[in-house]
């Protein structure tokens, strides 16, 4: 089916055991339980929580408190992420050499920013499935409006999370990431806009207070859900945060 | 597609997109969206909204009022270098509106955070750009004065990243911080960019950002390739996408205050 993943790039067999390996490593130093292991059968592209196959359609529940803040945020990431390998793996006519290089270097990030929650959840959100299919890949400014509405949603989700993390250490692991969405929102805008204030103008930073977008994850989630298939369930977060 | 309702989505929920529509409007940017009717919402202004959370300054506990005052600090000498260097000739026309935005963000930081704080703002500082004599062209010379501004804005990014665990206690004022946060930082890559560095930044030298050495404090340990307690280039190992400078880049660090003191002191006259 046209853009829609799992996903473009893991049908080599080395990337599959790339993400073995990861597993392997990362995943003995994450989170007890949820234990991912690799499908075995014969499409090694999925993986699979164990215990239960997963199939387009079923209700993800997401946990509560700041676990179910980290599931949010890989929700997030493997979208972005999913978005940006499906832009590489369709890539508009004519991409030039330096729009390549940027796609890479922001699909690289997205990519490690999805497997690190990957490892650090253990299993409690499972490798969703997303249909790109109402974004035309072939059309440069249509990829870039698509990518730029993707950073801004992550951005603000970001930002509107962090009051709801208890944990320093995952407060300070996710203001790590939001600056690094942000560089990539920024430079986006300036190539929707080239040599103006549209990196941070009034649409973006509000012109009387300085301060870049913060999204409640209520508002977030119902953004993302147009792209995943399966169906995000939060209202166990959501009544979670104080 | 689908876009036009992921915007007009954020419109319903991010009650600020009306008072930046009003301005975005008013500069024609974006004509399309000049239609929407804005009358039904009031904008909400943070200011006003931590006046409500919080009162008067004197109901801030001491590690939330520390912290603002460091921020303080901070803003102060970045409006002050920008609006030094506000109407020099010596910037691009391409790049006027770029560092005036830049200004006028830090002008209304100061603001802010002087309106929050109250009485207990501690005072505008006096600045020397040279460095001590380090810099010797900041105002007549582009290149040293972009060179400058990235390092104030990495710089402040990985301040105000250090500092959001202090705020844990004051959450309005964390989000606050974090929403300034986040401005650095699309301050800090459109810099770069204009500078024709990646957004982002890779390594943690001043000379893989293209920069002079004396500013090496700025990005020491931004060459961090572990988090979480996650070796990333080991555990990605075997995917040929990832390379560890973009492990690198996909984290800015936190930079403790100590350490930021030391590296904007040179400025302090």
Same mark, same amino acid.
């Given at each position: 089916m046209e853009n829609i993943t799992n996903r473009p790039e893991t049908t080599t067999s080395e990337s599959a055991s790339s993400r073995r390996s990861f597993l392997r490593v990362a995943g003995a130093a994450a989170?007890? /339980? /949820?234990l991912l292991t690799a499908c075995s059968h014969a499409d090694e592209n999925y993986l699979i929580p164990s215990g239960s196959a997963r199939a387009a359609g079923d209700t993800v529940k997401l946990p509560t408190g700041d676990v179910g803040i980290l599931a949010f945020a890989y929700v997030l990431e493997q979208l972005e992420a999913a978005f940006y390998e499906m832009l590489l793996a369709k890539p508009y006519p004519n991409m030039s050499s330096a729009d390549r290089q940027l796609w890479t270097d922001i699909r690289g990030h997205e990519i490690i920013h999805r497997e690190l929650f990957k490892a650090a959840l253990g299993g409690a959100v499972p490798t969703l499935t997303f249909n790109f299919s109402s974004i035309d890949f072939n059309d440069r400014a249509a990829v870039l409006i698509a990518a730029e509405a993707f950073e801004k949603t992550g951005v603000g989700a970001y930002n509107g999370a962090g009051k709801y993390i208890k944990d320093a250490g995952y407060l300070t692991l996710a203001g790590k990431i939001v600056s690094v969405e942000t560089r990539h929102h920024s430079i986006l805008r300036e190539l929707q806009y080239p040599k103006s204030d549209a990196f941070a103008g009034p649409t973006i930073v509000t012109s009387d207070t300085g301060l870049h977008l913060a999204y409640e994850p209520t508002f977030v989630l119902p953004i993302a859900q147009k792209y995943i298939l399966e169906t995000i369930d939060a209202s166990a977060l959501v009544s979670s945060l104080a | 597609m689908n876009l036009q309702n992921l915007l007009s989505d954020i419109e319903k929920v991010d009650g600020e997109i009306f008072d930046r529509l009003a301005h975005v409007s008013r500069r024609g940017l974006f004509s399309s969206l000049t239609k929407k009717t804005i009358a039904a919402a009031a904008p909400a202004i943070m200011a006003s909204a931590l006046t409500k959370s919080y009162g008067q300054s004197s109901g801030l506990p001491q590690n939330v009022k520390d912290v603002l005052n460091y921020a303080l600090t901070l803003e102060y000498l970045e409006y002050r270098f920008y609006d030094t260097a506000n109407?020099?000739?010596?910037?691009?026309n391409d790049y006027k509106m770029a560092f005036e935005v830049i200004r006028r963000h830090e002008q209304v930081h100061v603001r802010l955070l002087k309106n929050v704080l109250g009485a207990d703002a501690i005072p505008e500082p006096k600045f020397d750009f040279s460095a001590k004599g380090t810099f010797t062209d900041t105002f007549s010379n582009f290149q040293t004065f972009a060179a400058i501004a990235q390092t104030f804005e990495d710089t402040g990014v990985r301040a105000y990243k250090g500092q959001a665990a202090n705020l844990q206690n004051a959450p309005a004022i964390l989000q606050v911080a974090l929403q300034i946060h986040a401005t650095e930082a699309a301050h800090a890559a459109n810099v770069r960019y204009i500078r024709g560095q990646k957004g982002w930044i890779t390594g943690g030298t001043a000379a893989m950002q @293209?920069?002079?050495?004396?500013?090496n404090g700025s990005y020491a @340990?931004?060459?961090?390739?572990?988090?979480g307690g996650v070796n990333l280039v080991t555990a990605l190992a075997g995917d040929n996408r990832i390379t560890p400078a973009m492990i690198m880049e996909a984290f800015d660090e936190p930079l403790d205050k100590n350490t930021v003191v030391g590296i904007v002191t040179p400025f302090f006259a």
């Amino acid at each position: 089916m046209e853009n829609i993943t799992n996903r473009p790039e893991t049908t080599t067999s080395e990337s599959a055991s790339s993400r073995r390996s990861f597993l392997r490593v990362a995943g003995a130093a994450a989170v007890t /339980g /949820g234990l991912l292991t690799a499908c075995s059968h014969a499409d090694e592209n999925y993986l699979i929580p164990s215990g239960s196959a997963r199939a387009a359609g079923d209700t993800v529940k997401l946990p509560t408190g700041d676990v179910g803040i980290l599931a949010f945020a890989y929700v997030l990431e493997q979208l972005e992420a999913a978005f940006y390998e499906m832009l590489l793996a369709k890539p508009y006519p004519n991409m030039s050499s330096a729009d390549r290089q940027l796609w890479t270097d922001i699909r690289g990030h997205e990519i490690i920013h999805r497997e690190l929650f990957k490892a650090a959840l253990g299993g409690a959100v499972p490798t969703l499935t997303f249909n790109f299919s109402s974004i035309d890949f072939n059309d440069r400014a249509a990829v870039l409006i698509a990518a730029e509405a993707f950073e801004k949603t992550g951005v603000g989700a970001y930002n509107g999370a962090g009051k709801y993390i208890k944990d320093a250490g995952y407060l300070t692991l996710a203001g790590k990431i939001v600056s690094v969405e942000t560089r990539h929102h920024s430079i986006l805008r300036e190539l929707q806009y080239p040599k103006s204030d549209a990196f941070a103008g009034p649409t973006i930073v509000t012109s009387d207070t300085g301060l870049h977008l913060a999204y409640e994850p209520t508002f977030v989630l119902p953004i993302a859900q147009k792209y995943i298939l399966e169906t995000i369930d939060a209202s166990a977060l959501v009544s979670s945060l104080a | 597609m689908n876009l036009q309702n992921l915007l007009s989505d954020i419109e319903k929920v991010d009650g600020e997109i009306f008072d930046r529509l009003a301005h975005v409007s008013r500069r024609g940017l974006f004509s399309s969206l000049t239609k929407k009717t804005i009358a039904a919402a009031a904008p909400a202004i943070m200011a006003s909204a931590l006046t409500k959370s919080y009162g008067q300054s004197s109901g801030l506990p001491q590690n939330v009022k520390d912290v603002l005052n460091y921020a303080l600090t901070l803003e102060y000498l970045e409006y002050r270098f920008y609006d030094t260097a506000n109407n020099l000739s010596m910037i691009p026309n391409d790049y006027k509106m770029a560092f005036e935005v830049i200004r006028r963000h830090e002008q209304v930081h100061v603001r802010l955070l002087k309106n929050v704080l109250g009485a207990d703002a501690i005072p505008e500082p006096k600045f020397d750009f040279s460095a001590k004599g380090t810099f010797t062209d900041t105002f007549s010379n582009f290149q040293t004065f972009a060179a400058i501004a990235q390092t104030f804005e990495d710089t402040g990014v990985r301040a105000y990243k250090g500092q959001a665990a202090n705020l844990q206690n004051a959450p309005a004022i964390l989000q606050v911080a974090l929403q300034i946060h986040a401005t650095e930082a699309a301050h800090a890559a459109n810099v770069r960019y204009i500078r024709g560095q990646k957004g982002w930044i890779t390594g943690g030298t001043a000379a893989m950002q @293209g920069l002079p050495s004396v500013v090496n404090g700025s990005y020491a @340990g931004e060459d961090n390739v572990t988090q979480g307690g996650v070796n990333l280039v080991t555990a990605l190992a075997g995917d040929n996408r990832i390379t560890p400078a973009m492990i690198m880049e996909a984290f800015d660090e936190p930079l403790d205050k100590n350490t930021v003191v030391g590296i904007v002191t040179p400025f302090f006259a």
